[in-house]
């Protein structure tokens, strides 16, 4: 099984998880395409978007082994969205300025920065849609590029969330409760 | 209660029950040290070196199955206790480390004596703190204390940076028990599994039971033999899993593994059915995996999810604690006989018991292995042991048949030299008994014997035995099979061991004729007011035997050739 598998792993918000979380796969090999990290709708909790290339059982059931780790959805195995985002900048002149507005239009993406030889290309959607649009883009000439890595979300109305977790310790102190 | 973060440490350690715990001070924990002179309940034993400390609140707790706790300065003293912290991990053994740590303000300035120690102990410590306010101490204390001994125990550390130990807070012990919102109690199996399980057991006419550390660690002994009774299924033992079912029981095959007897090897490469109980397939255990029991179906009951398919695939996976998956799994299990597997299994035992050194007339020479077999006939077998790592380990696991769960204390996962000592101390002073015998090497002994201050210092009636054949005799083997006998950085120029003994006021005697091994053993027992130590001159080219080299099919042993053929 050699095939991309997206998890969600929902993990407390508090210093040092993401760095337990890397510590893991460097630790038990584990090969990851990327790994992305942010806010939710709780304070008390942050989101990793996972893409492990093999083993996300195992991947799985590790995290889990990690006692700041809520909960982990395999989402590949249900329908889901998944956005990626990418900054490109690319090299323009008068003859191919026209081509990149034109390529804009057709991945529905904005350019959000232009100057006399480069633009830059903002393009969200799921991983394809940015692989084919960086193709477009670099016979023109990519100067540079970031992408944020997917974050995904289960279709539907199931809520990836903790089993009746009520907190039963006394609040961190605000400056200690944010930041992985 | 208005208390200071360091009489909260101990108010919280008096809480969990903690009765001893074992230490080094220095700069960042002294606020703690000086509490402790108003807690006189919490013995303090003041070890020689900080690993030391480690591996006697590990063998405290594999001796009692309670938590075992060490203490140590920051920097230095933590670095020092990361063998300790590694060595239980891999044998999910339940230890506390209380770590000082410099004070919030100085944490990442490189301030004298600052080490990243949570940073350090990530990939060893089954969870770790570092305590910020001492607000939070308290209830840090106890998740601590409750993931360390729950589901699959480890070690858990705290560091407590010395501002926390000053500060002053209203102490508010949390007495209910922790709710962590991704930490799980085991699981039980569902019926679908027990079900899946149970036409496999009908089916099988080869099982083997594999009887692993899990065992002892849910208490299932009862419950294994009752299931291996039921069905005459042979039980064949981890290193980690002696003493989990009684080792001269009829059904019991002895260890698996690298060293384990010819029979259960065999038996596990011609079974039709392996039933892991507690074990997680380690490579000692398996050899070659693509070779590994090639006819048998897998029935896998772990408590820890992520050893389910790790390196054996299992057809039967469940995950749950033993005891109770076994509970729900015995009364549907039907009784069966095996007779034919029996017979076979009975041939290869003959063959074993031909090639035993136990049957050898020695003459002048002195084996480890009868020094063992001897030791276990001169203690009723009632002891409990703790060794170190190597040959003697080996013999040890061989030659000393345990009955009875927590009797066996030992690296395994890690292979650590230099535990048996330290673990020695600690499970003697948990058992609170003078018939803990710690046999050792004379290599790993040397890595950890400044620990004889501490054992004679708190006059810890520990038996030392020294397996001493001047080599690290285990690379020696290893030399001597693989790298055609170049034996390169093996030979060991050791200190006298009687004078060393004598040094620290511990009686001492040597023993190089295998006819004064039982009277000294006799004589060291008698001794119960201190430790004591007896050093066997042994034979300095023996090898252990079978061995499986690493990696090879686990049918492929090297066997002990049969005297005078």
Redesign the interface.
Known sequence: MQTKQTLVAL??NK??VL??VA?LFR?RNFNIDSLTVGRTESPERSRMTIVVDAGA??VA??L????????VENVSTVPNVSRDLALIKVHVDADTRGQVIQLCDIFRAHIVDTSSRAMIVEVTGDEEKINSMVEMLRPLGILEMVRTGVVAMARGDDVLA?PD??????A??GH?ASVL | MKLTGAEIILECLLREGVEVMYGYPGGAILPTYDAMTKYPQIRHVLVRHEQGAAHMADGYARATGKVGVAIATSGPGATNLVTGIATAMMDSSPIVCITGQVPTGAIGTDAFQETDVTGVTLPVTKHNYLVYDVEDLAYTIREAFHIARTGRPGPVLIDIPKDVQNAVTEFVYPEEEPVLPGYRPPQEATEEQIRAALELIERAERPVILAGHGVIMSGASREVLEYAEKTQTPIALTLLGKGGVPETHPLSLGMMGMHGTGHANLAIQHADLLLAFGMRFDDRVTGNLKTYAPHAKKIHIDIDPSEIHKNVRADVPIVGDLRAVLRQLNPHVKPQEHREWWAQIRDWMEDADERDIIHWDAGERLFAAHVIRDMWQATGGNAVIVTDVGQHQMWEAQYYPHERPHTLITSGGLGTMGFGLPAAIGASMGLKSSNVWAIVGDGGFQMTMTELGTAAQERVPIKICIINNGYLGMVRQWQEFFYEERYNATPMHNPDFVKLADAYGIPARRVTRRQDVIPTIEWAAGIDDGPVLIDFVVEKHDIVYPMVPAGADLHNMIRRPIEGK
């Open positions: 993990v407390e210093p040092g760095n337990r510590s630790r059982d195992q059931k590790h889990y082994k990690l006692v700041n780790v809520i909960q903790p977790y009520e907190a039963r310790r006394p961190s102190n200690r």
